[in-house]
């Protein structure tokens, strides 16, 4: 099987394969072939391919020679006349947010693995770039911040007097809120951190942090860790103990999201409103609409004296280890489609392999993303 991988679209510096994954994918008596430059933004030169035992080619060529294509974020719509029928696409490929390659995997009868749908299980960590890339994020998240607030993080004394440390609100205490609470601590903060689940206060308590406990959460084992929507009256008194800490914080990083669902809104405009002068929201959660009703995707506004950041691409931004950690929970996945020949064989058996495929024989298979189109 030949295995290829491309330049990623602007403004995406990652690659999905880095010189050090492209040995072990070899390694499964595979060819590969990459678009020339296409690790450049990651600071991985095609030399450093080349000795890897990479073929560097043109866009076209690594198209049309390729059985599968490894990819941040899927190949571009038009592309698919060259790549042909009946290939395999593997990536973090947010279907929901770019129905036009969606058309073109059905149209042209592509195998397709999103791995935004990888199934949160133990074996599948190694696979899981939802959390690798969450750490990305909530590190740069709060450096971010930091750039933007006209103060200081950590406490100072000084012979002008003492400084106070910020203080950080973190919304979520997912894989991205826990690196935020910890990236806020190593600079001095004090940090809150809200969340509905309360199997994470000792996971936030353990890094530094203040949890904040609102009571009456709903918590279901089926939701597989993740957040469940909750009851109007829980959310009535969630809403007023966030604006209580939020008026007082100086940074707030928003992570907070339900799978599926629109991201909840724990941030009002009446909150902003009362927030200090010169404070900064982060909100990871800006593609699903935010949790605070201000935010705008891919803008930096600000209203009333607060900064408000939703432009959240942040793994981009730390390119090389970002395309590192990616492109090793890709190969990761790549041994499951595998045989021992080098041969493409995903095993339909497989959990990871069946809950993960969006696309196959024209038709989407995948039953989460078949009960999200119905709704």
């Known amino acids: 099987m030949i295995i290829g991988f491309l330049k990623e679209k602007a403004p995406e510096r990652r690659v999905a394969v880095s010189p050090e994954t492209a040995k072990s994918l070899l390694a499964m008596k595979t060819q590969i072939y990459m678009e ?26 690594v198209l049309a020679s ?7 974020h899927g190949i571009l719509p038009g592309e698919f006349d060259i790549w042909g029928n009946g290939k395999i696409l ?32 133990t074996i599948a960590q190694s ?63 004090v940090v809150d951190v809200f969340d509905v689940r309360s199997a994470v206060k000792e996971e936030v308590q ?17 939701a597989g860790g993740y957040a469940v929507e909750q009851q109007e009256e829980y959310r009535k008194l969630q809403s007023k103990m966030i604006h209580n800490y939020a008026i007082k914080a100086d940074v707030i990083i928003c992570t907070a999201q339900v799978p599926g669902k629109k991201a909840p809104v724990l941030i009002t405009e009446e909150t902003v409103e009362s927030m ?26 600000t209203h009333n004296e607060v900064v408000i950041i939703g432009k959240v691409n942040y793994p981009s931004w730390i390119s090389m280890d970002a395309s590192r950690m990616f492109s090793t929970n890709l190969t990761n996945f790549a041994r499951l489609l595998i045989d021992t020949e080098g041969n ?7 959990e990871i392999v069946k809950y993960t495929c969006l696309t196959h024989e024209g038709k989407i298979v995948n039953e989460k993303m078949i009960a999200a189109f119905k709704e």
């Open 36 to 61: 020339s430059g296409a690790g450049e933004e990651a600071c991985m030169f095609d030399n450093d391919y080349v000795k890897a035992g990479v073929k560097i080619a043109t866009r076209s060529e």
């Open 66 to 72: 390729s059985d599968c294509i490894l990819s941040v």
């Open 90 to 121: 593997v990536g973090h490929l947010n279907i929901l947010g770019n129905l036009p390659l969606l058309d073109k995997l059905i149209t042209y009868k592509t195998t397709s693995f999103s791995l935004d749908l990888l199934p949160r299980t």
């Open 127 to 189: 696979m899981d770039v939802l959390s690798s890339m969450a750490t990305v994020s909530g590190y740069k998240a709060v450096l971010d911040a930091a750039m933007h607030l006209p103060r200081f993080f950590p406490m100072f004394m000084t012979a002008s007097g003492t400084i106070k440390p910020a203080r950080v609100l973190i919304l979520g205490a997912g894989v991205a809120g826990l690196q935020a609470l910890a990236t806020s601590r190593r600079l001095g903060a």
């Open 206 to 222: 353990s890094l530094g942090g203040r949890f904040i406990e609102v009571p009456g959460a709903v918590e279901k084992r089926e």
């Open 276 to 301: 200090l002068p010169g404070s900064v929201i982060v909100d990871l959660s800006a593609p699903n609409g935010g949790n605070c009703a201000l935010t705008v995707n891919n803008s930096i506004i």
């Open 344 to 350: 493409p064989a995903p095993d339909w058996n497989d």
